[in-house]
C-alpha cells in the first residue's frame, strides 16, 4: 500500500475517505475480490459486490467465504471509521450466520456494518448483508481489539 505520510495522523474516517478516493494505492482483499467502497460515515461504512462464478464452492452457489470477507470488511471499515490518529485495531472473533444462499444473479449485493459499542479496547459490530432484492442473505458480528501501535 502506498500510504499517503499523513495517513498515520489522520483519524480512521479521514483515511477511509482517503482510500475510497484512491488517495492512497491500497490494493489489497477489496480489489482482489471486486468489491466496492459505497460510503462511510462515522461508525457506519457499506460495501457491494457482484459474487460471478469465479466464488462459487461445488454444490453451485455463492461460497460462505464471500460473504463473510464481505461482511468482515464492512464491519472492520466501521470500527476504522471510529479510531482516532495513531490507534489500530484487528479482529478477534467473526460470527457469520448465513440465512439465503447467493447465486451470480443476486448482485450486486450490499453489507452494511455498524458499530455497536467501542471502549478503550474492544469494539463490537454487527453486519448484514442483502442481495439485489433486498433479501437479507447473511448477518455476522465481531469483536476488534483496540490497541496503539
Same mark, same amino acid.
Not at 56 to 73: K, R
Given at each position: 500500500?502506498?500510504?499517503?505520510?499523513?495517513?498515520?495522523?489522520?483519524?480512521?474516517?479521514?483515511?477511509?475517505?482517503?482510500?475510497?478516493?484512491?488517495?492512497?494505492?491500497?490494493?489489497?482483499?477489496?480489489?482482489?475480490?471486486?468489491?466496492?467502497?459505497?460510503?462511510?460515515?462515522?461508525?457506519?461504512?457499506?460495501?457491494?459486490?457482484?459474487?460471478?462464478?469465479?466464488?462459487?464452492?461445488?454444490?453451485?452457489?455463492?461460497?460462505?467465504?464471500?460473504?463473510?470477507?464481505?461482511?468482515?470488511?464492512?464491519?472492520?471499515? /466501521?470500527? *476504522?471509521?471510529? &479510531? =482516532?490518529?495513531?490507534? !489500530?485495531?484487528?479482529?478477534? +472473533?467473526?460470527? $457469520? /450466520?448465513? *440465512?439465503?444462499? &447467493? =447465486?451470480?444473479?443476486? !448482485?450486486?449485493?450490499?453489507? +452494511?456494518?455498524? $458499530?455497536?459499542?467501542?471502549?478503550?479496547?474492544?469494539?463490537?459490530?454487527?453486519?448484514?448483508?442483502?442481495?439485489?432484492?433486498?433479501?437479507?442473505?447473511?448477518?455476522?458480528?465481531?469483536?476488534?481489539?483496540?490497541?496503539?501501535?
Amino acid at each position: 500500500m502506498n500510504a499517503l505520510p499523513e495517513l498515520p495522523s489522520l483519524t480512521g474516517l479521514e483515511q477511509l475517505h482517503a482510500i475510497f478516493a484512491g488517495e492512497t494505492g491500497y490494493q489489497g482483499i477489496v480489489k482482489t475480490l471486486g468489491l466496492t467502497p459505497v460510503s462511510a460515515e462515522e461508525g457506519f461504512v457499506v460495501f457491494a459486490g457482484n459474487p460471478d462464478r469465479g466464488v462459487y464452492n461445488p454444490i453451485g452457489s455463492v461460497h460462505g467465504g464471500y460473504a463473510a470477507t464481505l461482511l468482515d470488511t464492512a464491519m472492520g471499515c /466501521a470500527v *476504522h471509521s471510529r &479510531m =482516532k490518529p495513531g490507534q !489500530g485495531y484487528t479482529t478477534l +472473533e467473526l460470527k $457469520v /450466520a448465513y *440465512h439465503r444462499a &447467493m =447465486k451470480d444473479t443476486s !448482485g450486486p449485493v450490499r453489507a +452494511e456494518g455498524r $458499530v455497536i459499542a467501542l471502549g478503550r479496547r474492544a469494539a463490537f459490530a454487527e453486519g448484514k448483508l442483502f442481495d439485489r432484492n433486498g433479501n437479507l442473505c447473511a448477518t455476522a458480528t465481531t469483536t476488534c481489539l483496540v490497541y496503539e501501535p
